[in-house]
Structures are given as C-alpha cells and as structure tokens.
C-alpha cells in the first residue's frame, strides 16, 4: 500500500486501522470498542480490554525464544557487562516485582526509579508494568530539585536507586542528591530500594532504605503472576519541561501504548524478531522508555543497553559496539553523531558495521552536513524522526514496512499512520498552504500511545496542549514547520520558551528560577543560543544586586562558578548553561516583559527586529557590550 492510502485510511476510519494494528499484541480479555472519543480532546483506546506490557514483550516470547538473548548490557564505563534471555529477564523481573510487593507496592502506586543504566533499571520498570504500578523513570543526571519536583508531584511509595553511575570515567553519585531531593520533597517515599555497585557512598536511612542483593537473594524463585490491566489504566509517568518551572507528568496507558510501539517497530523500524536493537537514550527520556525498554522486546528482539558516551573510552566504541553484538537497527540522537564527527572515520571503518540495517536519528534538528557525513560513512539509510515526550513513538518520519520513500535532506519526513498534522497559522489558525510557516498541530484524537493526560491534572492537559487556537481543538507541539509540496515537512524551531540542548529538553524558566535562588542574584533570563554542536546551549543573563561585582574580574568569575554551581546542585550538570553573562538591566517592553527573542537574536549576531515596544533600548547596547568580548566562547 502506498504510504499516503496508509496514511489516509488510519483518519478515515481510525476504528478499523486500529482494530487490525491491535492484532500484533496479545489481549488477555478483547477490548468492547477501539475508540471512545466522546470527551475530546481525551482519548480512550481499546476500551474494556485487558492486557499487560509485561507479557507482550517478555513472557509472551518464552514459548519460541526463551534462550535468545533479551538485554544485552554493556556499561563501556566499568567494563562490566552481562546478557539476558528471555528466561533469565523473566526471572530476574519477577524477582523485582516481589521485592515490589514486598515493600507494599500495589497495582496503581507510583514507584520513581532514579537510576543509571544498569539491567536492574530495566528490571524495575518491567516490574511495575508486571504489577500495575505506575513508573516514573527520572533521568539520573537530574538533581535534588528537579528529583524532589518530581517525587512530590508522582507521590510515590517507593524509589529505586542506586549508589552511582559513571560518566566518561568520573562516577556520578546518586544518593547524595537522592536523599536531599526526599528532605525537600513534601511527600516521602515508604522506602527506597537500593542497588549498590561498589561505586559511591551508599548511606542507609534505617528503616526506610532497603538493600536489593539481600532481598532479591530472599526471593530468587519467585513467581509473580502478570496482573491484567484495563487498557487505560496508566503505564507510568514521565516528566518533561514546559514554559513554567513546574514540570508535566506525562502519562501513558497500556494497551494504546503497546499496540502503537508494535505497529511502528513493524512499519518505522522493520525489526524482525531475534534481531538487536541499540537505541544510545537514557531511560530517563522518552526514547529509552519506547526504543531502549519496551518496543524492541515486544517485537522479540533483544535491546542493547548500554551505559557510557560516544567517546569513552574512545570514539569508535558505538560502532565497536555494533560489531560485536550484530546490531541491525540503531537509533541515536544528531548530538551525539555531530560529536563523532569531529573525529575521524577512520574510527568508523575500523569496525566492521555491516550488520546494520537503518540508523534513526531522533530529538532534534538533523542538520545536512551530519546526515551526509554519517549516511557515507555507513553507508546505509539514516532515518530522521521527530516526535516529543507526550507523542511516545513518531509523529513524521517515514515508514519503509509500508512502502520504501526516499527521504529529504532536512526533513523528518511525512505525517505518520495515525497523525493527523496540520500545520496552522499562529495568528488566525487558519492552514497555511506549502511553503508557508505554521505551527505544527495534531487534530484530535491522538492516536494510541500519546499522553493520555499530565499526571493529576486534566485540565492543565487540556489547557496547556489544546488551548492555543481560539474556537478549535488541536493538540499543538509548540513547533514551527513547513511542508513542500511533496508533503515533505521541516521543523524549524520551537514557538515557546523551551530549548533543546543536545537533544535533552529544558525549560529555561526552570533554570531562570535555579538562578534566581542564588542570593546574588536579582532578576536573570535565559535563552537558547544556536550552538554547532549540541544545537542549543542555554545561555544566562543576570541582573547582580551588587552591579560592583561584574567589574572585579576575580569576583566575577567565583560569582560565575558559584552560579553554575547552583544550577548543577538544583537541576543537574545537563541544565548547565553555557555562559553567564553579567548585564545592568534586562530588555523588556513597556508592560514588564522580558524580550527573550531580542536577545536571543543580538547572541546568535541577527537583527532583533521591531524594537518599539522595547521600553529603554539603551539595554540593548549594554548585552551587546556585555556579549562582544567572548562572542565566540558562545559558538564553540
Ligand atoms: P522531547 O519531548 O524532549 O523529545 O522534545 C521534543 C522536541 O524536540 C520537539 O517538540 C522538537 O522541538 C524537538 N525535536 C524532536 N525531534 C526532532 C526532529 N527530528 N527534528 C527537529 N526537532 C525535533
């Protein structure tokens, strides 16, 4: 079928596309109605069935592949390195999922997992999702705050952790921030289950602190059967930025979700069961929850989990890494390739890659020179998709399972089976026409595997993502695009005060108020400068209660320390920015808004545009002053 009948059919009768895609995953009791979207813009999927994550990815596989290889990890920082079958993964969850119930947890708890990347993460997630409790994975290279925000809004009733992780050689301790983000979080965990890799300090709050090894040694033959979930029933949560510094639970469901990652590893992905798939996310992303834990297992596939950079302990180890588990498909982030790019590829070749199949490359603009440098080198298909945290798998991309499609340079792709995109005009809403720039829409419903709604909070869901045209209805992804006349769409930057730092997305109110914490500090405003290789770096402009500090060169830069240490111990090294710049005032318009585009605009060298509003224009020249002397710091 051609991509665009694909395309139309999965709109135009969206019940029986889904019906067929819901084929590919197991239901434990058939679902009554495919779609129950009488309360839009909230979309039910597969109401009245039951299934579970769990058994679609592991359990359902025993019977033809218990023995092929399930998790494949890899930590390239440690050099430790272990496989599990199918068998072994099974085991070792229903190991987890007792100690789980051990601790209390019931169907419907949340339990937060604030780990590296190690087997015993994967454990715990597919644990909860045995259980029916709710997951909430935050990213290891969060801090306290950032933790404690998140404990406090997921209330959960036990965190998995671990001692530490490591990092391009330096251990990165977890418990230290673990238990500070606990003191400030309103809410208190019953436990926190420990996983201790001899790595960093392990302190123990009696009573509260559980050790894993000695537990799971208790519960080695456990047996734990799969709890039966409604369809709907959430899955987990997973907290990403927005405009305001308070973070968004998205939540996702079971079924949609397990039917939307089996579709797309058949049409996007073309994996193929007993195959390997390494996708280099974090499990504290979106991509690690959908392509490193859940979607290769459902396809029968064995995941590689990998913990360590492209460059550590040297910059072939990727391709080292694909050599030696026979990788087929691979899926990175266009940071991390512009980062081997700088090195050789001769690094690249030194390996022998032939079993790949298809690199994706997702989270970020994929810029030409990265896509033409990396399609040479390995000489297979490198494939653009863009989605966010609340799509769960993507929006545009292409779909070779349906019908081979040359891709475009700078494009993404096509709408995706399912998406509904419009691109519509931010003043008028109205559509634009090929070649016009509009903000990229979806109209609802959304289909299977998208948030659900923010955790605890409908009508932030429905204010937040469809409430941004008056007198319609759309899900908006906060993106501007441009579609050619082929259909091909372009994604050129984001319509909010969100900014995407090597893929990582971070709003940059939640580092203003880091900042404003530190009491040095009166009024500060962060932007996203372009930046050649991470594609954004977040860059601070502070206003200095004591103006007299930014003159004293020694003062300026312990402030500049002090400052970036602040946000290193709030929200983690990943919020860092790139620069603080000292100024004596902040440009604003004459209501007291702060012009972040104008200044966004003076750092990146372009024209600010309109300046009328702007209430004392001789701000201006003072960041221009402010930026001349290490303009070139920020591009580096
Ligand atoms: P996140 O939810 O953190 O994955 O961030 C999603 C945002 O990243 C999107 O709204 C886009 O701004 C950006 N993004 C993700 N994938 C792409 C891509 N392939 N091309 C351009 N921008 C992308």
């Not at 272990?82 to 119930?101: D, G, K, N, P, W």
């Not at 997702?362 to 298909?381: M, Q």
């Not at 001789?618 to 960041?623: F, K, M, Q, R, T």
């Amino acid at each position: 079928m051609k991509l665009q009948d694909f395309h139309a059919w999965s709109i135009n009768d969206r019940e029986g596309f889904w019906r067929e895609q819901a084929t590919l995953i197991h239901w434990h009791k058939p679902f009554e109605r495919v779609l129950d979207d009488t309360r839009p813009p909230f979309a039910r999927w597969f109401v009245g069935g039951e299934t579970n994550l769990c058994y679609n990815a592991i359990d359902r596989h025993l019977p033809a592949r218990a023995d092929q290889p399930a998790l494949i990890w890899e930590s390239t920082e440690t050099g430790q390195a272990r496989t599990c079958s199918f068998r072994e993964l099974h085991r070792e969850v229903m190991r987890m999922a007792a100690i789980m119930q051990s601790l209390g947890v019931r169907r419907g708890d949340r339990v937060v997992i604030y780990m590296p990347m190690i087997p015993e993460a994967v454990f715990a997630m597919y644990a909860c999702a045995r259980i029916g409790a709710v997951h909430s994975v935050v990213f290891g290279g969060f801090a306290a705050h950032s933790l404690a925000s998140r404990i406090e809004d997921a209330a959960p009733r036990l965190v998995v952790s671990a001692d530490g992780g490591s990092r391009g050689g330096k251990v990165v301790p977890y418990k230290a921030a673990l238990d500070e983000a606990i003191a400030r979080s309103a809410h208190k965990p019953a436990h926190v289950l420990l996983v201790d890799r001899g790595l960093a300090p392990l302190p123990r709050v009696p009573g509260r602190d559980v050790d894993y090894a000695t537990l799971r040694e208790g519960l080695l033959d456990a047996e734990v059967p799969v709890t039966w979930l409604e369809s709907n029933s959430p899955a987990y949560t997973l907290y990403t930025s927005g405009t305001t510094g308070r973070p968004k639970g998205v939540q996702r469901d079971v079924g949609g979700y397990a039917v939307a990652l089996a579709a797309s590893m058949k049409y996007i992905y073309c994996g193929k069961a007993g195959e390997t798939f390494f996708s280099g996310s974090d499990i504290g992303w979106v991509v690690g929850h959908s392509y490193v834990v859940y979607a290769p297992l459902l396809a029968g596939m064995a995941t590689l989990l990998h913990e360590g950079t492209p460059v550590h302990p040297h910059a072939g180890i990727l391709w080292e890494l694909v050599e030696r588990h026979r990788v087929s498909l691979m899926f990175s982030a266009p940071t991390a390739i512009r980062i081997l790019r700088k090195h050789d590829h001769a690094l690249l070749r030194r390996h022998d890659t032939s079993s790949l199949r298809t690199l994706f490359l997702a989270g970020e603009p994929l810029d030409e020179p990265t896509a033409r440098w990396i399609t040479e080198g390995l000489g297979v298909p490198v494939i653009d998709n863009y989605w966010q945290t609340e799509t769960g798998w993507p929006i545009l991309s292409v779909a070779h399972g349906v019908e081979p499609t040359p891709t475009r340079l700078g494009s993404p792709g096509m709408p995706m089976y399912g998406y509904d995109v419009r691109l519509l005009d931010i003043e008028t809403g109205r559509e634009v026409g090929p070649g016009e720039k509009g903000v990229v829409t979806i109209r609802p419903p959304l289909p299977p595997g998208c948030l659900q709604t923010l955790w605890g909070d409908d009508a932030r869901f429905v204010s937040t993502y469809f409430g941004n045209f008056p007198d319609q209805l759309v899900y908006s992804t906060f993106d501007w695009g441009i579609r050619d006349a082929d259909g091909y769409t372009f994604i050129l930057g984001r319509t909010d005060d969100v900014i995407n730092v090597a893929g990582h997305r971070l709003g940059t109110r939640e580092i203003e108020e880091a900042l404003i914490g530190h009491p040095a500090v009166a009024e500060c405003s962060v932007v996203g400068v372009a930046d050649a290789l991470k594609g954004q770096v977040a860059v601070a402009f502070v206003v200095l209660r004591d103006a007299s500090l930014a003159l004293r060169a020694d003062a300026r830069q312990a402030l500049e320390q002090a400052l970036l240490a602040t946000v290193d111990r709030g929200l983690g090294a990943v919020a860092r920015p790139a620069r603080i710049v000292p100024v004596p005032a902040l440009p604003k318009t004459r209501s007291g808004k702060i012009l972040r585009r104008t200044i966004q605009a003076l750092c990146e060298g372009r024209d600010p545009g309109d300046l009328s509003t702007i209430e004392d224009p001789a701000v201006l020249e003072a960041i221009r002053g402010a930026l001349a002397p290490a303009d070139k710091a920020v591009q580096a």
